[in-house]
């Protein structure tokens, strides 16, 4: 199936008074048309980074370093910030984890979404009008007639997070990238909003890539996931596979790590240590110093990510059988 988005060998850096740090080191994947890949790790693996590097939000100083972005086969990396502005507003949708920094306080969320529409499709206003209504009820808000007229400040966090999902679709994305979307939310409605998400995405047949470090949130909503680490993918591959037979010990510690709801969903309890700070960076394996079956070769060389059964996985404890 041909790639509606494919990242190649993307590095990230930020230059700073003790040198250039590099954030995102070679990350690559693929998104197919449709699809949900998961994105996950702990805080500073560079998810949000390589989400914000692929619509064209890094925050300066980060600037890409290396490698390519591809998207309906045309090359995004190098686009003007104008271009790359029209992009984001046709094709690629975004939702952050506060739903008030994708909302306008001053106008009505139907205001916000018939300009989208309108912006986008060939549709006249009262049809802009019953569109936006339209999105709002397939968000699960209710009475939409009514609402429609309202302020972002009459609505609860959880609507609000409602109306950003109606409103990253009223364009007809084919992309939409979710950033932690219901981390702000109270903990009580943040699986119904992150099933709506993938119920309405796939009616509009968007793709989307997921950030999350929250394993379950994976395990139910996406089709393949790709876990970070350190600025690296580590692994790569269907949920189903990552889930049930990780190849990488750092997976295999996320999956002991599936926290509960109320504790703090930042920390991995099963793995010892902390992820490292940019400037720290280990050499080889970045997980070494935490990787209960390190090898010696670990602590020199990266290890490049090769095929193990169904999943992908950069671990120099797979090489021997890559080679054999
Ligand atoms: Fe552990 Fe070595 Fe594999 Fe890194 S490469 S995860 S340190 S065994
Ligand atoms: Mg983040």
Redesign the pocket.
Known sequence: KEALLQVRELSVEFPTRQGVLKALDRVSFDIAPGEILGVVGESGAGKSLTGAALIGLLEPPGRVSGGEIWFEGQRIDNLSAAAMRALRGKKIGAIFQDPLTSLNPLFTVGQQLTETILAHLPLNAAQARERAIDLLRQTGIPAPEARIDQYPHQFSGGMRQRVVIALALAAEPKLIVADEPTTALDVSIQAQIIQLLKRVCRQHGAAVMLVTHDMGVIAETCDRVAVMYAGRV?ELGPVQQVIHCPA???TIGLMGSIPAMDEDRERLQQIDGAMPRLNAMPG?????PR?????P???QDV?PLVEVGATR??????HAEARA
């Open positions: 580590v990488h010990p750092y080889g394996c970045a997980f070494h990787c209960p079956q390190a090898l070769r670990c602590k290890p996985a950069a671990c120099w404890l797979h």
